[in-house]
């Protein structure tokens, strides 16, 4: 398992958190100015991380909380990255936060193509409520997920 440094994202990590972006949502990559948009926002409604290892950013992560209600935005590992912990350890700090800050629940989407990212977040205590039709922009259902906190 490895372990990762992580930290908050800052604008000065965008061009390593950009190659991760288009090299893991090939057909449905965010724009840096959506990504900038998202920064823009921390740390009044967002939480952005990065995980480092060895001094590289390999993955990243970031949170929406309005109110009770917490989303998780995306999270991203590079594949060679991938089964090592480092996405766990991401979700793990968002969950954390969206509790610092009031969340009683937490959404996400994931891609129904997907059944890694799926696996991990029912490890986690997600369940699926719901499904999105052709919801990324390949045409690709997303699940809907949604996990309670503890407190």
């Not at 309005?66 to 969950?95: M, N």
């Not at 990212?117 to 986690?124: H, K, L, N, P, T």
């Not at 699926?128 to 052709?134: A, H, I």
Request: glycine content about 10%.
């Amino acid at each position: 398992m490895a372990v990762a440094a992580l930290r908050q994202m800052t604008t000065g990590d965008l061009p390593a958190v950009m190659a991760i972006e288009r090299a893991t949502f090939p057909s449905d990559a965010w724009s840096e100015g959506m990504m900038r948009g998202e920064l823009a926002d921390q740390p009044r409604t967002r939480h952005y991380l990065v995980a480092e290892v060895e001094g590289q950013v390999v993955g990243y992560a970031g949170l929406a909380v309005s109110a009770d209600q917490g989303d998780v935005q995306t999270i991203a590992v590079y594949a060679e990255h991938r089964r090592s912990g480092i996405g766990s350890q991401l979700l793990t700090e968002l969950l954390a936060e969206a509790g610092r800050r009031g969340a009683t629940e937490i959404f996400l989407e994931v891609r129904a193509d997907n059944p890694a990212a799926q696996a991990m977040y029912e490890r986690f205590g997600f369940t699926s409520f719901g499904v999105r039709r052709r919801y990324y922009d390949d045409g690709t259902d997303a699940i809907t997920m949604v996990r309670r906190l503890d407190g």
